[in-house]
């Protein structure tokens, strides 16, 4: 039982550059989801994976944006050429899908991306 | 698009006594899940507390308690005997009980200070 784990904690890149986030969801969640924390706009949902279906990709903000999910289990959210708008702590969460916890979200600690 | 108003950024509380943080959302589906979110300085979001929309009792998890207003679109919390722990921001969130992707939908969140 460990919780949802993220990696970095923290990153510092220069504008321009690619960074990937990594998200290891607590085992058996079959549900991930990525949101982006940032000031000026609040939490927002980024992408949601459920199994084996397509992800809802529907808060992406830019196709500099992706993320892939192997083997069910961690996640990596990509995000190429960064822009200093794209600096925020971006969250993950997994959950169960089914049962009476289905709708709970659990939450990793973030990691917080600074673009200089 | 279901949204959720936090209209309080800032509130504070004398140790031991009772604060009530608020909360309201607009929604046009008749069943739906609200959450209360802690998110101490170390980023980690923590449920504190979950309602059911189809329930009219109010959830109450020890010294945490709602008072959901189905009618007026109002879910807001209540703390009692307020500790130093409790000190976070808090936000306030809707999931939606139908639809394949069971995203949260946030508030802009509530900075809770409490003084000694």
């Known amino acids: 039982g460990a919780g949802v784990s993220q990696s970095p904690s923290n990153k510092v890149t220069e504008k321009g550059k690619d960074v990937e986030l990594r998200c290891d969801p607590i085992?058996?969640?079959?549900?991930l989801y990525w949101y982006r924390q940032s000031l000026g706009q609040g939490l927002e949902f980024l992408i949601y994976?459920?199994?084996?279906?397509?992800?809802?990709k529907s808060g992406l903000p830019s196709d500099r944006f992706s993320a892939e999910r192997t083997g069910g289990s961690v996640s990596t959210l990509t995000i190429q050429r960064t822009q200093q708008e794209d600096s925020a702590v971006y969250l993950c969460?997994?959950?169960?899908?089914?049962?009476?916890?289905?709708?709970?979200?659990?939450f990793g600690a973030g990691t917080r991306l600074s673009v200089l | 698009a279901q949204t959720v108003t936090q209209s309080q950024p800032e509130m504070s509380v004398q140790e031991a006594e009772t604060v009530t943080l608020s909360c309201t959302y607009d929604?046009?589906?008749?069943?739906?899940?609200l959450f209360w979110y802690k998110q101490p300085p170390s980023r980690q979001m923590i449920l504190v507390i979950r309602?059911?929309?189809?329930?009219?009792q109010n959830a109450t998890e020890n010294r945490f308690s709602v008072n959901f207003q189905k009618a007026a679109k109002s879910f807001s919390l209540k703390i009692s005997d307020s500790q130093l722990g409790d000190a976070a921001m808090y936000f306030c969130?809707?999931?939606?009980?139908?639809?394949?992707?069971?995203?949260?939908?946030f508030g802009k969140g509530i900075t809770l200070s409490v003084r000694p």
């Open positions: 969460a997994s959950s169960l899908v089914g049962g009476l916890a289905k709708n709970i979200q659990y």
């Open positions: 085992s058996g969640h079959t549900a």
């Open positions: 994976f459920q199994g084996n279906s397509a992800p809802d």
């Open positions: 929604t046009s589906e008749s069943d739906y899940y």
């Open positions: 309602q059911e929309a189809y329930k009219q």
């Open positions: 969130a809707y999931r939606s009980a139908t639809g394949a992707n069971s995203k949260l939908t």
